[in-house]
Structures are given as C-alpha cells and as structure tokens.
C-alpha cells in the first residue's frame, strides 16, 4: 500500500474524527460482532479508510469531496446498531432503523453535524432505504460499505471453504 496515502488516512481520521473515535458510543462498537467474524468497530474502520481512499482518488480525477463529511459519516454511520439485539425485533427492522438511531448518536458525538452528513448516515443503506444519499459523499460511503461487507462476507466463506478442506 500507499504509505504517503496511508498516512493521509490516518491523519484525517484524526482532524476529524478522532473525537467520534475516543468515544464510550465508538468504545463499544468493538464488543459486537458484524458481518458473522468482524466487529462494528472494524467494519466501521475499514469503511472510513475505504471511504478516505475513494476520496483521494476522486481528486486525482479533480473531483472535490468534502473529506470532513466523509470521516464523520463513515465514522457513525452504524453507531445505531449497537445494541441490536435488544433495540430490534429482526433483521429487517434493524436494515431499516438502524441509520436513523445512527444519526442520533451522530448527533450526540458531533453537535455541529451538517445536513449533508446526517444524510449520507440516515440513507447509506441505499438502494435498500429507496432514498438516495443524495450527495457524491453520500455514495461514497454507500459504495465503501457495500464493498466492506462483501469483502468480509467474502473472508468468512474463504475460510469455510479452507476448513472444509
């Protein structure tokens, strides 16, 4: 990999996020499973360095992104899943509120959250919420975790498939 981009990842998931980072609400994230093998916290990681690297790409086109917004939303965007097994009655409704409840911790851990932010959190479950994030940021998140939970989809049934044999 990249180190000099590498190194700008982490630095703006620094500026930007590392109060979302530093929180007892992110703290946690690390103490549930996600995706069968991975835990929130990891996904939610992956998909913020995803996301970051899409951005730098994006520019070298000389396409602009809003790097602040895409640290937070990629940061929050599956805070509201924690808690899940208590908050949600099934899969289903959790697909469907989860981003909502996102958005509310969001809130809390970022008190100057913009509507651009809050959007790309409340829809990065597109197309499955029907509404669209609305924003080049927006599908940048929506690209990065689809791409995330199939890779670590993807990693589970490597290792199956290994086992087996």
Known sequence: MNQKRE???SNNLKRYGQHIIDSAEFAET????HHIDTTVGD?????SKTSLRICYYLNKLHIHTEIPDVVVGSLCHDLGIIGRDVKF???REC??????????VARKLHPDLNARTEKMIRHHMWPY???SPGSKEGYILVVA????????GMRVIKKRLIDKF
Do not use: G, W
């Open 95 to 104: 697909y469907r509120d989860h981003p909502s409840d996102s958005v509310e």
């Open 145 to 152: 975790d689809k791409y995330c939970s199939i890779r670590e």
């Open 30 to 33: 690390f103490s549930q499973t």
């Open 7 to 9: 190194a700008a990842v």
């Open 129 to 131: 919420t029907l509404k």
């Open 43 to 47: 996904h939610t990681l992956y998909v």
């Open 89 to 91: 009655s099934s899969k």
